[in-house]
Structures are given as C-alpha cells and as structure tokens.
C-alpha cells in the first residue's frame, strides 16, 4: 500500500465536503484543497453544478484545469465552464502549463506489457494511450480557442506568442509518438486555433425556423483584468502590434507546415502529398497507367489522401487569408539567411516587431509550391517577378540540399518533392531566366545534384521527376557544346551505371533532336549541331559502347567449371557485376539498335560506312561480343542448375518481327523509354538498393516481357539474362540486316 494514500470517504460523504465548504465558508486556498483530496470522476457532476456559480468559477477555475485534465473526457463540460467562466489570463496560463506538462508517449514499461499480454493486447493498450494524449490535446486547444478571444490587452501579441510557442513545442513530438489519423485530427485542432486567434470568423449560418426563438446562452464575462487606468486603459493596438501579431501566426502556419509534411518519411508510399506525380499527371494525362486509380483520383477518394490534401489546403487558405501571398514566400525561399524560428536573445520575451520574426524557409517552400500549383488551374497571382530556373531555383537547391549533392539522399521525400515540382512548373511554363548566361560550373553542379538524386534515392517516384526536371534542363540549355560536356563528363566519371544509363539517353535524345532540326537550320543558314557530326559520335562511342572483354573474361571458363565450389562463385561474380550494369549495358544496346536500324541517322552520320571502318567494327567486337557470350555462359550455367525453362529462347526471327511490327524505330524506343518510365513513375518507392528495374531498359520491352517467365523463385536471378538476350537479339539481327544491305 501506497505510504502516503489518502483515505477514500463515501461518496456522499465527498460530495457534502465539496459543497458545504465552498467560500465564504472556507477561503480560496483551503477549498481547493478539499477539492483535490476529494475530486474523482463520480464527483464531475457535482462539480459542474458548482461551477455554474460564476463568481466561484472566476476564484478557483484557473487552479481546476490540472486537476481535471488527467480525467478527461468526463472532465470536459467542466473544463468548459472554468474556461468560459475563469479568470481568462489565469486560465490561460494554467493551460500551456498543462499543455507543456502532458507527457509525451514512452514505451511501455515492463509492467505495462506483463499486464497487457499478448501482442494485441498490447497494441490495444498502445492505442488507449494514444487516445488518451489525443484527447487532452485537443481538449486544451479547444479551451485556449475559448479563453483568448476574453483577453482584452494592448499587446495581444504576447498572449499569442506564448501560447504559438507551447502548442509548437507540443507538437513536434506529435507526429513521430501517434498514429497518422490522430496527427490529423490534432493538426486540424490546431487549424481552428490559428483561425480563432487571427480572428478569421466564417460567416453564421441563417437560423432554422424551429431555433429561431430560442435563447441565447449568457456571453461570456469580459477580462477582469482591464482596468481604466494605466497599460489597460486604451485596449485599441496600435498598427505595430497588429503587424506582431499578423506575423506571428504567418510564421506559425509555415512551422506547423513543415512539421506536418516532413513527418512522411520514406517509409510512406507517397512523398507528401506528391506534388510532383500530380503536376505530371495534368500536363500528360495519357501517361496514367491503364485501369489503375490516378494519385488526383486517390487524393479525391482515399479518406488518408483526402484528410491529407485537406490540411494542407486548409493552411494555405490560412496563410492567403493572413496576407502571405506567393511574391513573400518566393523572397523567403530564396533567402539566404539563416531560419533559426526563434529568437537568438533568451532575455527577450516577445519580439517588439513584424520583421523579429522569421518564416520557416521549408514551411514557406511548402506554401509556395501549393499555391504556384493551384495557379495553375485556378484563378491566382503568381509571384511578381515569376520563379524562373536560373537563378532561382538553382539557388533553392543549393539552400535546401547543401553545399554537397550526395546530401539530397538523405532529405525529407516532401522537401524534395517540393523542390522538383517547383523546377518541373518552371520548365512547363518556360521561365528558364538566364539560362545560356549562367556559368558552366552552376550549371553543371546544377544538374549532377539533380541527377545523382536521380540515382540514388530509395523512391521510385523521386527518382523519376528528378531524371525528368535533370533531362528537361539539359535539353534547355541553348548551347550544344555546353549540353555534351556534361554527357561525356557523366559517361566518364559517374561510379552510377543508372546514371549512366541516363546519359545514354541523353544523347540518344540530342541526336534525334537535330536529325529532326538539321534541314530547319539549313534554311536558316544556321550552324548544325554538333551532336550531327559523324566525328561526336565517333569520340564519344568508346564511352558508349566500352571494351568489355576485360571485364567479361571467359579464357579461364572450362577451368573453373571443373570445380563446382570455384565455379559457383566465379558465376555469381559474373552475375553480379551484369545485375549492377544493366542499364547501362541495355541503354548502350538501344542506342546501338537505333543507329543501326534507324537510315536517317544513316545518312546524317554515315552509319554504314562508319560501321564498316576499323573503329566502329569495335562496337561488336569490344562491346556486343562479350554481352553475347555473357550470355551463353550464364545460360549454360542456369541450364546445369535446372532453370533453362525460364530462359528465353533466342528466335532468329524476332529482328524481322519487330521490325515488321514497328517500322518506325525512332517513334518505338522513345515511346518505350516514355512507358518505361511512367512505370518507374507508378512503382512504389524503392528499398533503398541500387535501384535496377526492367522499366529503365525499353529494348527488351518491345516482344518480351519479364510476365512472360514462368513463376519461379529464381526469376530475380534469371531476369537480366533475359532482358539482355531479348536486346542482343534485335541488335544481332539489325547487324545482319545492315550486313546484308
């Protein structure tokens, strides 16, 4: 038994000591006291008729508010009642105080999980808990929506600025101890909060013809506390004050903006609220993948995607109707200074002016990006001057992402939505700024950034939008030299076979661009590019199509087959190093397939003459010749350990079907890298593994497709094989068929 237990009197017994004691009979301090050694939940009832004495209320409410927190729900009528009825600055600050006081959620102690029991058990327990921390915080947010509008001072902002800063300190452990759809329900909490202070009122409903007579409850009183003297005496603020308080609660909206979408993390299918697959998903609507719900449909049907959508939008209405407009947060987000959120002297209270307080820089990027993209289909004003590429968006890259781009890994996945939806929207509307001007080390640190994001990050939907607004870029820039040396810089240099892949492609598009530009800039006495110069394609093919016969060297095959353990292990050796370079080896493969099937190319960089000269015989030789026997020796190895029925089986006949079938080869690979990619856009985020999908390598696309494999559990395994044959195939056929042209 408990040392210091206090006796338990009937209760009825309680009950009289509650009434019978109240002042004047006892004074203030010593009722309190009864009221805390008696006060349980059989008591509220009790209670609230007492309180309906509002004198009473007025003496001791502010004192109640702790001691009825822990009792909640069953508490709330009362503490409805004290925050109506109390003292409002006393009430107030017993509230944050309660507020600061409510304990964040630990894990459950030993006894706790001994007394749960089983997992479910302990689960339910977990969400009781939660519940509970739920309930009390909003609970207190809806009495601070009670008490503030009492307060009649001339420096509201104080008042404000506490109560900003404890409900922001309470909510940043909100999202990482609750559930997703009690953070909502807390953050809409909030929501009404910063409405109530700003004093934004909707308009009241007409009344119903059946309430029409009915009495209207006693208004509240008005603070104490205001005196016809001294500081309160004239309770008009002055325009300084007001301009406080407006920025404070701009400055609060953009904090709990960044709180709320920071907080889905990678773990979450959706970055944010994907804003970027969304902006891709209205400007090419024919990229949605077939009889799959669009992310603007799930955000519309889905209640967590709709709840989501809805408070963003909620806190963007907040901040339009606070006067935060799109030109103030474009200047924030490409701010320099340092957002520390706080003020750096710790004797200063409150700040004594609007520009002490600073916006949240992500918080403001979330705002902007929301209210550029609604512009885009509603009627609003976009920042005045327009968000251009260069150099405003080069610059959010660098203040959001770092001085080093192997940091963009590690951001927030809504953080780096934002930014690659807020480049993509420059792109669409054209706003490049002074992109042929910029110096070619931004612009190159510029795009590796972009591209190493690309390639590295774990989310499939990032990694897609960032190859897209890196391509986008790229292609913009108006000076070809510039565009090539950052391909040859990327074949030559990048540790990362997807990125290189990506680069491949890249050139792959710049060819095609001026083969189809070429006859425009001879009419216009232009000079031609210089990706249609036979001599570019010529330098660049070593890093195109590298001599792989080092790296696939097969003199010592029949050796090392003698010995199953050595085998084995040369095999995997072999077999991981083709896993890791695929998209490489497979976007070299579709480049070289256009080139050889492609005859406007022929002509413009002399394909077949080049083809027959010593350097380009190479390609095969070097380069498609070790990917063939690749093949055959994984082939037979897969055939040794009994999976040759999931290797497909090379078809002579599979060229002249394709080619039968898709005349046009320029059209074919580009819609296929386009498939591929609104696939990759579709997936679901990555695991954090290097990431290699069939969805990057359209060559193998066209007549195979890995639905074709039978189910086997070493399908992962057999994969590249298959998609690398399915690509050798078409090139070897587009050899004979130039061959035997």
Known sequence: MAKHARPQLSLTTSIEAITLSRPPVTDVPTYLTILESQMRPELLPTLLELLQDHDLTAEIGWDLVGLLTPMLPESRACLLEVARWGNPREVMLTLLETLGRVHPLSPLTPEDADTAGSANARAATEGDRQGALVVEVKTLLELLCLVHPRLKTRFPSRFISTTLQAVLGRYDDIPRLLSRPLVDEV??????????????KRPALPPRPSTRDVIVTARAPPDPEVRGDGESSDQTPSSGELAIQKRLLQSFVTHILEEYLVSFGPAEELPGIA??????????????????PSLTTRFTQEPSLKTRQEIVSQLVALAKSLDLGPTELARRVTSPATDTGQNDDEDEEHPKSAAEIPLSRTGSLFLLVEMLLSSHHVDADPPSPPFVLFPDHRLVVELYFGPEEAEMSQRQPALLDAVLVLGLAACDQGQLGDIGQINYDDFHWYLQALS????????????????LLCSSILHAHPTDSVRLSFVLDTLEHCPFPNLKASAVDWFKQEILSANRDQDLQRQEQQDTSV????????????????DLSDTFDYADDEDTSKDASTGNEWMATIHSLLQTHLPFYLASLNLYFLLLHDKGLHEQLNIPDTLRSESNRSVTDAFVAPLRETCRVLSRHFENDGASSSLPKASPSLPQTDKEAQPNSKSTTLDETERGQERDHAAPPGDGREPVEDDEVPVATTSLRPSALPSRSGNHQILPLFLLEAALVRVTGQEEALEGG
């Open 452 to 467: 190493l994001l690309s390639a590295n990050h774990p989310s499939a939907n990032l990694r897609y939008h960032a190859h």
């Open 187 to 200: 953050t809409l909490s909030i929501i009404r909060l910063v409405r109530t202070l700003s004093g934004k």
């Open 531 to 546: 990706f249609s110069s036979p001599e570019t394609l010529e330098s660049v093919s070593p890093l195109l199509f590298p």
């Open 275 to 292: 804003w970027a697959a969304r902006f891709q998903e209205r400007l090419q609507p024919e990229k949605i993948v077939p009889h799959k």
